[in-house]
T-cell receptor
């Protein structure tokens, strides 16, 4: 079974630039999560979708971050404009109902 | 106060040792708990679920104490391959389960 796919794997941008990340969850998984993981810390939830509806985006910095999940499948996370403190690994995960969450390999973002 | 708190370590133990990690949670909405394992520069992967009755999977034992809001993970007979970061996770109930991660405890098993 194919896992959660994310792209790109790595991205380096200058501050104030824009960047977008893409996630393709496991087929049939209704729940999709975007997490931000700063080095040395645990993953922090940015946004959670149930199908194409938002369940929780309370920790998403909405002045610069946006996410969508059109048609309840793929999802994109965008940062515009990026700040130095956005340097982190952005992890996408998906789960089926109340089962285990499976993570993608993440996108490592460096803002310089 | 963070919803899920862990001792960050690092824990450096010799092969064959027994090591225990602890985790506390503050959000009573968290009804289910898990331990995830994250290898260096890799994604987190589910290690095991945690039940009030305690559960064991080979050399790993997980325990939940709801009265004390405390979760533990015990690793017996440590192997070099157990070196990783162990993440404590609380999950809310409901159709859209929300997962809250602790900051992780780093374990290095030494030869």
């Amino acid at each position: 079974e194919a896992g959660v796919a994310q792209s790109p794997r790595y991205k380096i941008i200058e501050k104030r630039q824009s960047v977008a990340f893409w996630c393709n969850p496991i087929s049939g998984h209704a729940t999709l999560y975007w997490y931000q993981q700063i080095l040395g810390q645990g993953p922090k939830l940015l946004i959670q979708f149930q199908n194409n509806g938002v369940v929780d985006d309370s920790q998403l910095p909405k002045d610069r971050f946006s996410a969508e999940r059109l048609k309840g499948v793929d999802s994109t996370l965008k940062i515009q404009p990026a700040k130095l403190e956005d340097s982190a690994v952005y992890l996408c995960a998906s789960s089926l109902d109340r089962a285990e969450a499976f993570f993608g390999q993440g996108t490592r973002l460096t803002v310089v | 106060r963070k919803e899920v708190e862990q001792d960050p370590g690092p824990f450096n133990v010799p092969e064959g040792a027994t090591v225990a990690f602890n985790c506390t949670y503050s959000n009573s909405a968290s009804q289910s708990f898990f331990w995830y394992r994250q290898d260096c520069r890799k994604e987190p992967k589910l290690l095991m679920s945690v039940y009030s009755s305690g559960n064991e999977d080979g050399r790993f034992t997980a325990q939940l104490n709801r009265a004390s809001q405390y979760i533990s993970l015990l690793i017996r007979d440590s192997k070099l391959s157990d070196s990783a970061t162990y993440l404590c996770v609380g999950a809310s109930e409901g159709s859209a389960r929300q997962l809250t991660f602790g900051s992780g405890t780093q374990l290095t098993v030494l030869p």
